[in-house]
């Protein structure tokens, strides 16, 4: 079903992978089919303190979430799948299967972007599973928007992650990263959180 994974770079440091062209054109036009059904809201930031609140300073972009349910059962089949053959040959976290996913749009008339930040919550260890791998599905073509590059810094080195439609890009969710403002067009993408037990 997939091909083999690649790291973006052969840096000993880097720690993201990609499957690119891990979804076919027609199953991404299938998942954006879920907007019809699906109503979005702002993306909101995390305050640390269990509490959550628009911040345009931080983040501006639309979002919906949706979960495993027999309407998208084959993707979060796919997504899984996929993820644990990327974790167990990269990674090699204890993580669980993903069952939730979050829709992201970003809008240039809008200016939308999200300054750098992390995955994991700023929380108590032990109050919830942590998060330990983020994963993006490009869900629009690279020329149909301007700007829009999800960014990585890893160790004070930035990378531009793949923007071929249907790719997806592991890495673990303490990387820090960044989605620069669009400038021109429309970027839509889903995010998975894959989480598991406490880091020991």
């Keep these: 079903m997939f091909g083999r994974a690649n790291l973006l770079d052969n840096n000993y440091l880097s720690s993201r992978a990609t499957w690119k062209n891990a979804f076919t054109l027609e199953e991404v036009n299938k998942i954006k089919e879920l907007k019809t059904s699906n109503k979005f809201t702002r993306g909101v930031v995390d305050l640390g303190d269990s509490s959550f609140e628009e911040k345009d300073s931080v983040r501006k972009s639309s979002i919906f979430f ?43 008339s809008t200016s939308d972007f999200y300054r750098y930040h992390w995955d994991i919550f700023a929380t108590k260890t032990g109050e919830h599973p942590q998060r330990k791998l983020s994963v993006v599905l490009q869900l629009s073509e690279p020329e149909s928007y301007e700007g829009g590059s999800l960014m990585l810094n890893e160790g004070g080195v930035v990378y531009g992650s793949e923007k071929t439609i249907g790719s997806l890009i592991f890495f673990p969710s303490w990387v820090v990263h960044a ?13 998975f959180w894959f989480e598991g037990p406490n880091w020991r």
């Design 66 to 108: 949706f979960e495993k349910s027999d309407e998208t059962f084959w993707m979060f089949d796919k997504i899984n799948k996929c993820c644990d053959r990327t974790n167990k040959e990269f990674f090699g976290f204890d993580i669980y299967e993903s069952y939730k996913a979050q829709y992201t749009s970003y809008d240039h």
């Design 179 to 191: 989605v620069e403002p669009v400038t021109k067009g429309i970027r839509e993408s889903l995010v």
